[in-house]
């Protein structure tokens, strides 16, 4: 019981992670129909501008540990929406009207440049942040044993999450966002400025991965220029599992895969972790095509 | 007409002029991992041949020709490292130094010996890579059967009577592990956990959890640094205190930046001596020209295993007076003895393999150095 618990936090905090790295192929994908390879590259660009932006400006010793991380979370988070915007503009802008495969192809293209464009500026070894800038408390509940940190990174996420959904319910930006997935020629006609509502996805989308990117390096220290991958497509993963251009499907996929990879690490095997989660991705696949929570279609952002 | 006669002559003599340039030189390929996940090692084993070969050619370079150094790219990954095989096979080098990877240099060991092109692998060290019988295969690093052995007598003087076993199912990691889990099932050690974790993640607090649950005395990963040091970091942050001992491929000082000093603390890994543990004065001088080159010490001692390489080869030339493979071969298998390489003695058995002792255990001090351990 004791190790389950202690498995189900490792899984919530590792998923919370997905889930935000998620909301940005969601958003992208509802909007555009699109699958932003580049958006695991935005994360790694997060990580990798958070680092420089803290040594750099050594915010923590300015400001202390708590305002030094907000200010730091704003900054990140801007500069890689600036990124969205701009890859948007660059690699995806052009091809609208163009052949899907060609915006697809763009994408993958973008993120080699992204990588690789961080491997010439950073170096090829791993970076890490500076040690003990985080509080190093953990919750000990009778053996169960929870690092403070992994309750923030947790809670930041669901923050996020939930303010993401609350600002595309809520707001005329978002409704506006909502009326272009559903159509975006139907928008148009409606007088919504579906370019400017693209640039909106491109903006929160990759500020959100930017800020999962930042959580990640100084949650656990070491960052190099190809862990984007590996996360981007997990994220991915996520966004198909909960069903792909929905929102609160990217939350739920995003937090349920990384518990069943933690449960399947502890109960079946660790080698065979990630075949377990795709495994369950495909099994939700056969079951539902749509994804969990991919049922009410007219609803996509 | 005439006009167009003196042109094809005039570029004759330029081509001509080409290609004698070019035989000037004596071509050796380096494949390293220059991006990917070990981009770090490939760099710094084009570092260490760059300064070699200068070194060489400063001083009259092999058989009064200079010798010239082509890099390519395996990217960590064996499916490139076959491209980039298949490039250099091309470009008339005599012999090619590298891979770090097993698995990346297993994919291109049959392109090369098809080609007659001596190999001389300087990190690859899982078994089977030299039990193929290929003639022109050789490599500077000792084989996993020789570390395990050590790895078992390490974690015996530790008076570990459950050991867990991680690896992440590389070619090398794998073999090292199930070379390790044999051994010391011989001696009555119990392996209460053996698994494999998936190299490029995080998050390994599901593993570690796991491990815990199974209680051993001793952990042994045979994976590679970035993964050890983030093991060590989360295990450290879970209050688990559990001593680790790695493989030599544990052995690079960005363990120790990934874990954090007091994670990195009493951390034993199994290696070649370092660079800074030879006491040959070949190794000393090499040392301070690397320092006053590039500013730091090399990090890896792969990387220096490649310099070593790359030293025998070019030997061998010298010596037997000849580029021919078969000659060259020949000459590594049989004459080569007691060579006074960066990292030791060197010479090679009838497989390819280095003979003599190599490894050594070292284990992470307060302060992140690495101590020799007696």
């Known amino acids: 019981m004791e190790e389950f618990l202690q498995q189900l936090t490792n899984g919530l905090a590792v998923g919370g992670i997905y889930a935000l790295i998620a909301l940005g192929y969601t958003m992208v994908y509802g909007v555009l129909k699109l699958i932003n390879f580049a958006h695991g590259d935005l994360f790694t660009i997060g990580s990798y501008l958070g680092l420089t932006l803290l040594t750099s400006m050594a915010l923590v010793d300015r400001l202390g540990p708590v305002a030094g991380i907000a200010v730091l979370v704003l900054m990140v988070m801007g500069l890689v929406a600036l990124v969205g915007a701009l890859l948007e503009r660059v690699a995806y802008r052009p091809l609208r009207h163009s052949p899907r495969l060609s915006a697809v192809v763009s994408a993958l293209g973008a993120s080699i440049f992204f990588s690789n464009a961080l491997m010439l500026i950073y170096g090829a070894r791993f970076q890490v942040y500076p040690q003990g800038i985080l509080p190093k408390t953990a919750i000990d509940l009778f053996g169960l044993y929870v690092p403070l940190v992994r309750v923030l990174m947790l809670g930041t996420s669901v923050v996020m999450m939930i303010a993401l959904y609350t600002f595309i319910q809520k707001t005329k930006i978002g409704t506006a966002i909502r009326a272009a997935a559903i159509d975006q020629d139907a928008a148009r006609l409606m007088g919504i400025d579906v370019n400017r509502v693209i640039l909106m996805v491109f903006l929160i989308g990759p500020a959100l991965g930017g800020a999962a990117g930042l959580m990640v390096g100084l949650h656990y220290g070491q960052i190099n220029f190809t862990m984007g991958w590996v996360y981007g497509l997990k994220a991915f993963t996520a966004a198909i599992l909960g069903g792909i251009g929905n929102i609160p499907g990217a939350m739920v996929g995003g937090i349920l895969l990384g518990v069943i990879e933690a449960l399947g690490a502890a109960y079946l095997s660790v080698a065979w972790k990630d075949a377990i989660a795709f495994g369950v991705l495909i099994f939700i696949l056969i079951v539902r095509p749509t994804g969990l929570l991919g049922e009410r279609v007219a609803e996509k952002v | ?374």
């Open chain 2, 1 to 374: 007409m005439k006009k167009g006669l003196v042109a094809v002559a005039a570029l004759c003599l330029l081509l001509g002029g080409v290609i004698a340039a070019k035989a000037d030189t004596i071509k050796i390929g380096l494949m390293g991992p220059m991006t990917g996940p070990w981009a770090s090692e490939g760099q710094e084993m084009k570092q260490v041949l760059d300064l070699l070969a200068a070194d060489l050619n400063a001083k009259g370079g092999v058989l009064g020709k200079k010798v010239e150094v082509i890099a390519d790219d395996d990217g960590g990954d064996p499916r490139t490292a076959a491209l980039a095989a298949q490039r250099l096979a091309t470009q008339g080098i005599v012999a090619v130094i590298g891979t770090y990877g097993s698995s990346i240099t297993e994919a291109t060991q049959n392109i090369y010996n098809e080609s007659k092109i001596l190999q001389i692998a300087n990190g690859s060290t899982a078994i089977r890579l030299t039990e193929k019988g290929l003639k022109y295969f050789f490599r500077t690093c000792p084989r996993d059967d020789e570390q395990g052995r050590v790895a078992v007598q390490a974690i015996e003087k530790m008076g570990a009577k459950n050991v867990a076993i991680l690896h992440d199912n590389t070619t090398y990691a794998k073999g090292l592990a199930d070379e390790a889990r044999g051994l010391l099932e011989g001696k009555g050690v119990k392996i209460v956990f053996f698994d494999a974790l998936t190299p490029g993640e995080r998050d390994y607090t599901a593993i570690l959890t796991k491990l815990k649950g199974a209680n051993p005395d001793v952990v042994f990963f045979t994976g590679y640094y970035p993964e050890a040091g983030l093991l060590l970091r989360q295990k450290k942050e879970m209050n688990w205190n559990v001593p680790f001992i790695g493989g030599d491929a544990t052995n690079n000082p960005d363990l120790v930046k990934i874990a954090g000093k007091d994670a990195a603390q009493g951390f034993y890994f199994l290696s070649a001596p370092l660079p800074k543990d030879l006491p040959s004065p070949e190794a000393k001088a090499f040392l301070d020209e690397f320092k006053k080159k590039y500013g730091t010490a090399p990090n890896s001692i792969y990387a220096v295993l490649a310099g070593d390489g790359f030293r025998v080869i070019t030997a061998a030339i010298q010596a037997t007076q000849s580029t021919d493979p078969d000659k060259l071969a020949e000459y590594l298998h049989k004459q080569l003895k007691d060579f006074a390489g960066l990292t030791g003695k060197i010479a090679f058995n009838e497989k390819g393999d280095r003979v003599g002792e190599v490894y050594r255990v070292y284990k992470v001090d307060a302060e992140g150095n690495f101590i020799l351990q007696p």
